[in-house]
C-alpha cells in the first residue's frame, strides 16, 4: 500500500490514539491528521512549485507538515538547521523549493529566512477552525517523495532522491525484520530531517500506529525521564549520545525497564560506551549501519544474533556484497568496499546524473565508499572509508582497526 495512504489509514482508524508526544504536547491521531490538512491548504495556497521545505525541530509539527506536503502531491525538502546560512540558501535555490513550512523559533534560530526561502508560518494557521478534509494524492513508487540532501563535508550538499517506493519498503524492511507493531514506544532524538529520524523515528511508528516521544533537544537526564515515563521499547542514537546517558548520575535500570531494542549507528561505537551503558542500565546496545541513499537502514544486529563490532546481517530484501579493488566479488571474511541493492536504494542525485552514474556498478549496485568485511553467516563488519586505508607491510588496514587494536 502507498505510504501516505497507509499512514492516513491508521491515523483515520484509531482517531483517539495518541501517536506522538513531543515537548509541547500530546498528539492523538485525528489531532495530528487535521493538523496535517491545515497545513496542506495552506502550502496550496502558498506555491505552485512542485518542492515544498520543511524547517521545524523534532516534533509532531514536523511529520504533520511532511504529510501536508505530500496530500498535495510536493516533493518535500527537510532543512537541517545545522547547516551554515550559506549551504542553506544553495538548497533552496538547487532544490528550486520557495515556500518553507516553519515556525518563528527556527527562523530565529538559523538568524532569518534566507534570500530566497519564503516562509509560511505555521503562527498564520487558525487550527482551531474545521479542518479542511481531503482525500491524499496517490503516489507512484517511482514518484519522487523527498529530497535529503548530504551534510556538504566534501563540497556542496547533495540532494540524495528517496521515491515513495524506496521509504515504504524500508520502513517495510525495518518492521519485518524487528517485528514492531502498535504496541511499541520508539524514543526520538535524533532529527527529523536526517534519514534514520525521518525513516525510523518518524515514518515507520506513522505507518503502523506505534507511539513516537520526541524531544528537540539532547538532554540526558530529560531523555532518562521520558524512557522511564513511557517505557520506551525502541531507541535509536549515535555513540556520543549513549556516552553522555552514561556519564549523567541520574536514572538506572528502570529508565529502560521494557526496551527492546538500542540502536547506534552513524560512527563506530566505542567499546568503553557499550560496556559502560550495559552495566548502568542492563541492556546491550547493537549497531546498525545505512546510509542517507538507502532511505536509510540496510543493516541491524538484532540483540540474540549479536556479535563483537557486527552492524548484523542484511534486511528483507536487501542484497550486499564485498567487492575488490579489481571488482571480484569477495568471500567471507575478506575487505573490501560494500555495495548494496534493494528496493530502498535511492533513484539518485538531484540535478547529477554523471554522479549518480558513477555510484552505480555494472550490476547495479550502489558503491557506499564504505569497506567491509562479512562473516560466513552473512554478518557485516564496517572497517573504514576507501579514502582512509592505509597499506602497512602489503596489507589493506583501516584507521577503525589500528583504533581498536584488531589485526587485518
Known sequence: MDLLLRIQRQLLLHPLRPVVVDDQRTWKAGMLLAAAWHMARAIERSTDRQVVGVLLPTSGLFPAALLAGWMTGKVVVPLNYLLSREDLEYIVQDSGLETVVTVDPMLEYIHGPTASMKPLRLESIDFRRLPPIRRARRRGAGDLAVLLYTSGTSGRPKGVMLTAGNLAANVDQIVRWATFDHRDVLLGVLPQFHSFGLTVLTLLPLAIGARAVYTARFQPRKVLDLAREHQVTAFVAIPSMYNALVAARHGGAECFARLRYAVSGGEPL????????????????????????????????????????????PLPDVVERIVGPDGSVLGPDQDGEIRIQGPNVMKGYWRLPEETARVFDEQGFFRTGDMGRMDAQGHLFITGRIKEMLIISGENVFPREIEAGIPP
Request: aromatic share 12%; charged share 30%; with cysteine.
Open 270 to 313: 566505542p567499546d568503553a560506551v557499550a560496556e559502560g551503558f550495559r552495566e548502568r542500565f542492563g541492556v546491550r546496545i547493537a549497531e546498525g549501519y545505512g546510509l542517507t541513499e538507502t532511505s536509510p537502514v540496510t543493516n541491524w544486529c538484532l540483540p540474540d544474533e549479536w556479535r563483537h563490532r557486527s552492524v548484523g546481517r
